[in-house]
């Protein structure tokens, strides 16, 4: 009777183990997505993802400003890795004046979806994500 549980035991850990080996192996391997944010604009301002295709968004604030990555439909939608770096109940990243902060993510679903810096889209500060 010890051995059926055992067996069964040790074949839920090895499971557990390769899927999260498969998790570290698809942070490892995404593509990396670069965005300068200078006093209001993105460069570039248009971004076009694949849909589950796993990307390093790497948003650098190079202006004088601080600076959002405001896309809620696209961060909602969207695996994040590390949610603690999403403010705003999630719907956009806070980048202060010459810092870079990157974002480990899974594409969401094919769509279009609104960028836009939430201090500075009236002067401008826009853009648009596409997901194919």
């Known amino acids: 009777m010890i051995k059926p549980v055992l067996c069964s035991t040790v074949a839920a850990l090895s499971a557990a183990l390769a899927t999260a080996a498969q998790a570290a192996d698809r942070w490892s391997d995404a593509e990396r ?43 909602k939608a969207a695996t994040v890795k590390d949610k603690e770096l999403l403010a705003n109940g999630g719907a956009d990243v806070v980048v202060q004046p010459g810092n870079t902060v990157e974002i480990f993510l899974v594409a969401p679903p094919k769509g279009h979806y609104d960028l836009t810096c939430a201090d500075h889209d009236w002067d401008g500060m826009v853009g648009n994500i596409v997901v194919d």
């Open 33 to 75: 997505v670069t965005v300068v944010m200078v006093d209001n604009s993105f460069e570039p301002d248009h971004l076009t993802f694949q849909q589950g295709k796993t990307y390093e968004l790497v948003l650098k604030n190079r202006g004088k400003d601080m600076h959002e990555f405001t896309a809620p439909a696209f961060l």
